[in-house]
Each structure stands twice: as structure tokens, then as C-alpha cells.
């Protein structure tokens, strides 16, 4: 015996409203009795977290009494997808009378098709698709000696655990035994009999929601700034590096967030800068394309000297956040989009550019420079949450 799915012009990922549709192929050396072969489509986000101690914690006072006691490790399952088509007996076989509820399959290769279409929205956010689930022997008759039938979701489960109505998240993976979301296709084949057990498989599929409509764009920027200031030339006798460095130094600037104590007599002699960086609001960054970032740097105080843009990263870091009842966890990934030490870019037009003047910072680091294919789109989901931040530093060196 063996049984395969086999789906009709599978894609490299499915999404929202795509039709899941292809045959379930069973191949049997000899005659069986088969009670019923049902189809599932079903979708789960599972988390498990380790319970913390009360006294090194104060998860009990921010987010309710613990799920369990200390060091144990609690689960939660929400089935997000979960639906269900009786393959076989088609029409032919249950017309037939039958008094165990059997019907005979010959040796061979047998196929039965489904179909199945994605909704949009998840399905465990419903109390009233949750309760019309049923339990044991929702399909198929008592069988032989009064066993059988095949076992479906019991959906009272589900209505016990805090939901969040929204698009059903993309397939995660990449945070073994804390949490995972996977889709597929589960196939039940019953065999009524005392001594007989069920045959089951399963093969999983990925899937990434469709994209929602975007918001207009407003013309406006939304933006992170930060003041750079450097202390007056004094004899050191250790080099250190820094994000920017002026023309004439040689190793000698130092970065500090205060700008009043940098400086000669009159400041001449201690160049300042603020560096912004904008992003189109509301910001969207998409897969296989480049960030449409924008640096500015504003002159925040005379002097003759210039200013230098010696070294940039950036960086996206993806920030997923993980609910096990009252428990929260939160993991990070990091992608360098674009790195690049060893700059002389020139933060002024010219030395003796008056303050409050602005220059926007060439792009060529990052212009040509596509987001990989491979991040994940953000999403919010019952017990699971990934977004991103878009992070601009000096690398170390």
C-alpha cells in the first residue's frame, strides 16, 4: 500500500484565493476494505515556551498568573486553516448497501480527486466556524464491531484561546520547537476493524498572503535623526575610528551627542553635523527591490573644515514576536543590505556653506541593491507577530 498527493500545477508558494486542487493517488497490492478517504486543508501556527520563575520575572504581575510551573513548557495551537471533502465512497460506491459500512477497493492505483480554495482571513477567530466542527465519526459509519470512522478538529478547543481576526500569515520556520507556521494537505484513509488501523499522510506546501492594497502616498518623509559633534583637535596618542572624519584629521576625531562642548573660541574650530534619514510615509519596502532611503546631512556649525562620510550599513532586522498564553518571547534576524567602509563622501557643499545648510548624501551604496527574495512579509497573527526595522550604523572596525 502507498499513498501520494499529487497537486495540479504546483507553484513555488500558493497565496490568498489560489485554488489547492489535485488527486489522491492510492496503490493497493491486494482488496481492502476502505470505510471512507477524507481530504484536510488545514494551516496551524504552534508556539511553545519555556514557563519562567515567578521571582526572576514579573511576567505575573504584567500579564496574569503563570500557565504552569516553573521550568515546564507550555504549547499553543491555533488552526488557522481547516477544512474538510469526503473523497470516497463517491455516488457510485454509496448507493451500494453495505452492512458494515465498508466498501471494496481492488488491487491497483486508485485516484480521487479535491480542490479546495484559500480563503483570505484565518479561521480560528470564528466561534461559530470553530463550534460547527464536530469530533469522532463526523465521517464514515460505526464500521465493523463498531470501530470507526475518521477523527476531525474538535473546534471547542479553539475557542478557548485569545484570537486575532487577520490575513492568514505566510509559512514560518527557522525557530525549531518555539514556533512555526506550515500549511498542507493531511489524508485520512479509514479501515473499519477492530485490529486495523487508519493510513494517514501528509504533505505541506508554502504559503505567503496577498499583498494588501497600499496606502496612498502622502509626500511626506518619515525619518530617524541624530546630531554628530567633534571635539577640538588635541595631541592624542591612540587612533580611533568614527562614522565621519574631517578633512586634515588623522585619526584624531571623536564622536559625542553634545554639540555645545565641541569647539574652539568661538566653535570654529569643532565642525557639527545632523544626519537624517527619510523614508516615503508610510513606509513599504518590498522584496527584489531597493530600500528608497534617503540621507541628509544639515550643518549644525561654522567652520572651515570639512566633514567626511568615511563608512556606512544598513541593515533590516526582522523582529518576530512569540505569545504562548501569557508568556512572550521576542527573536531577531539581521540582513545587511549594504555595507561599505573605507568612504570619503563630503557632507557639505563647501566648507564655508552657511548653518542650516542641507546636502543629500549620494545613493550609490544602496541604489542598486535589492532586498533578498527570501524575507518573509511582515504579518499579525493570534499568538505569533514579524516586523521590521530598517537600522543605519557605523561597522565595526
Known amino acids: 500500500m502507498s499513498i501520494q498527493v499529487v497537486l495540479d500545477q504546483r507553484p513555488e508558494f500558493y497565496t490568498n484565493l489560489d485554488a489547492v486542487s489535485g488527486k489522491v493517488v492510492l496503490v493497493l497490492r491486494k482488496a481492502e476494505q476502505i470505510g471512507n478517504i477524507v481530504v484536510k486543508l488545514e494551516g496551524e501556527a504552534i508556539t511553545a515556551l519555556q514557563v519562567p520563575h515567578p521571582h526572576q520575572t514579573d511576567y505575573s504581575m504584567k500579564y496574569g498568573p503563570l500557565p504552569g510551573p516553573p521550568?515546564?513548557?507550555?504549547?499553543?495551537?491555533?488552526?488557522?486553516?481547516?477544512?474538510?471533502?469526503?473523497?470516497?465512497?463517491?455516488?457510485?460506491?454509496?448507493?451500494?448497501?453495505?452492512?458494515?459500512?465498508?466498501?471494496?477497493?481492488?488491487?491497483?492505483?486508485h485516484a480521487f480527486n479535491f480542490k479546495f480554495k484559500l480563503p483570505i482571513n484565518n479561521a480560528c477567530s470564528d466561534p461559530m466556524a470553530m463550534s460547527k466542527l464536530g469530533g469522532l465519526g463526523s465521517f464514515g459509519g460505526p464500521g465493523l464491531f463498531g470501530m470507526g470512522g475518521v477523527r476531525v478538529m474538535d473546534g471547542s478547543k479553539q475557542m478557548f484561546l485569545k484570537h486575532a481576526t487577520k490575513t492568514l500569515p505566510p509559512s514560518l520556520t527557522g525557530f525549531p520547537m518555539e514556533a512555526e507556521i506550515r500549511y498542507y494537505i493531511k489524508v485520512t484513509v479509514q479501515r473499519p476493524?477492530?485490529?486495523?488501523?487508519?493510513?494517514?499522510?501528509?504533505?505541506?506546501?508554502?504559503?505567503?498572503?496577498?499583498?494588501?492594497?497600499?496606502?496612498?502616498l502622502t509626500g511626506q518623509d518619515g525619518f530617524a535623526r541624530r546630531p554628530f559633534a567633534f571635539k577640538p583637535r588635541t595631541p592624542v596618542h591612540e587612533r580611533?575610528?568614527?562614522?565621519?572624519?574631517?578633512?586634515?584629521?588623522?585619526?584624531?576625531?571623536?564622536?559625542?551627542?553634545?554639540?555645545?562642548?565641541?569647539?574652539?573660541?568661538?566653535?570654529?574650530?569643532?565642525?557639527?553635523?545632523?544626519?537624517?534619514?527619510?523614508?516615503?510615509?508610510?513606509?513599504?519596502?518590498t522584496c527584489n527591490k531597493p530600500i528608497p532611503l534617503r540621507l541628509i546631512a544639515k550643518k549644525l556649525a561654522y567652520?572651515?573644515?570639512?566633514?567626511?562620510?568615511?563608512?556606512?550599513?544598513?541593515?533590516?532586522?526582522?523582529?518576530t514576536e512569540i505569545r504562548c498564553h501569557n508568556i512572550f518571547n521576542r527573536k531577531s534576524n539581521r540582513w545587511v543590505v549594504a555595507s561599505k567602509?573605507?568612504?570619503?563622501?563630503?557632507?557639505?557643499?563647501?566648507?564655508?556653506?552657511?548653518?542650516?545648510?542641507?546636502?543629500?548624501?549620494?545613493?550609490?551604496?544602496?541604489?542598486?541593491?535589492?532586498?533578498?527574495?527570501?524575507?518573509?512579509?511582515?504579518?499579525?497573527?493570534?499568538?505569533?507577530?514579524?516586523?521590521?526595522?530598517?537600522?543605519?550604523?557605523?561597522?565595526?572596525?
Open 71 to 109: 521550568g515546564s513548557v507550555v504549547s499553543e495551537n491555533h488552526k488557522l486553516l481547516y477544512k474538510v471533502q469526503q473523497v470516497f465512497p463517491d455516488d457510485y460506491y454509496a448507493s451500494s448497501s453495505n452492512p458494515y459500512g465498508a466498501f471494496p477497493l481492488h488491487p491497483g492505483e
Open 193 to 216: 476493524g477492530l485490529l486495523k488501523e487508519n493510513w494517514r499522510y501528509q504533505a505541506g506546501f508554502k504559503f505567503l498572503p496577498i499583498e494588501p492594497p497600499r496606502p496612498t
Open 240 to 285: 580611533k575610528t568614527s562614522f565621519f572624519s574631517r578633512k586634515g584629521d588623522k585619526g584624531d576625531g571623536q564622536e559625542t551627542s553634545d554639540s555645545k562642548s565641541a569647539g574652539g573660541p568661538n566653535g570654529a574650530d569643532a565642525p557639527s553635523v545632523e544626519m537624517s534619514a527619510r523614508l516615503p510615509h508610510p513606509p513599504v519596502l
Open 303 to 319: 567652520c572651515s573644515d570639512q566633514v567626511y562620510l568615511t563608512s556606512f550599513e544598513m541593515s533590516l532586522i526582522g523582529v
Open 341 to 397: 567602509p573605507n568612504l570619503q563622501i563630503p557632507l557639505t557643499s563647501s566648507p564655508n556653506d552657511e548653518v542650516g545648510s542641507e546636502l543629500v548624501v549620494p545613493d550609490d551604496i544602496w541604489r542598486n541593491v535589492p532586498l533578498p527574495n527570501t524575507i518573509a512579509p511582515s504579518f499579525v497573527t493570534c499568538n505569533l507577530t514579524r516586523k521590521y526595522e530598517l537600522e543605519i550604523k557605523t561597522p565595526p572596525n
